[in-house]
């Protein structure tokens, strides 16, 4: 593909560094990328790939748009209230960048429909806020075979990782299972800081960024930890769990199990 001369001008600051250059934002423009959940983290990871031109976003979210959501979740606005969150992020997207094709894909992630949502797409990020449906994405991923940028946010803390299937360990390798229900506080009952999800989505955006112009090193066995009231980023090591029940030797994890469960609209 040529770029045109407005292309250029849009683009210039990435073109102009030697890591990117033509050929990565070439890269970029061709590259496809599903975003699960258009909330709190989905909207700054599809805002900033959107900007950065990346060819397709998809984005899976069967949620509408709440007064509520408004306090973090960027990319909608009073505008769209009652709409649905695929929808109204895809206007605010391709109204940033119209060279973005963004797919509103307003379904529910279940165990029947998640490999043929993620099979036609290059990295896959997750957005959500529920174990269950981190499990069934991690899960899906390695089945598959696709990169995965995981984060999640609580309170004042937030994380990432990069799973890529083969060369590292999954999900399950860190958590093998999800957490007894009522464990873990959700969302509504612990609160979130308005702008953290702003944080942890611009570095998931970054690592989808690096996977796509294959630069730089990913957060691959890795868990990349922010403390926004201490102001404090730390690395946690991931080891390979070779007994790992999705990515180990022997898995004994053969077919997806229907872990979908509400999504918590963070």
Known sequence: MEFTEEQLRRYSRHIILPEVGGKGQKKISQS?????????????????????????????????VELSNLQRQIAHSVKTLDMHKADS???TFEALNPDVNVVAIKERLNNKNILDLFKNYDIIVDGTDNFPTRYLINDACV?????????????????????????????????????????VPSCQEAGVLGVLPGVIGALQATEVLKLIIGKGKPLKGQLLIYDALGVNFRKVKIPKNEDCPMCGKEP??????????????I
Do not use: H, W
């Open 89 to 91: 992020a895809k206007q």
């Open 252 to 265: 004994s994890i053969k077919e997806l199990s229907d872990l979908s469960e509400e999504y918590c609209s």
């Open 143 to 183: 089945m598959l075979k696709k990169p995965l940028v995981s984060g999640a946010i609580l309170r004042f803390e937030g994380q990432v990782t990069t799973i890529i299937p083969g060369e590292g360990p999954c999900y399950r390798c860190l958590f093998e299972e999800p957490p007894p229900a009522g464990l």
């Open 32 to 64: 496809k990328v599903l975003i699960v959940g258009a909330g709190g983290l989905g909207c700054p990871v599809g805002y900033y790939l959107a900007a950065a031109g990346v060819g397709t976003i998809g984005l899976v979210d069967n949620d509408r």
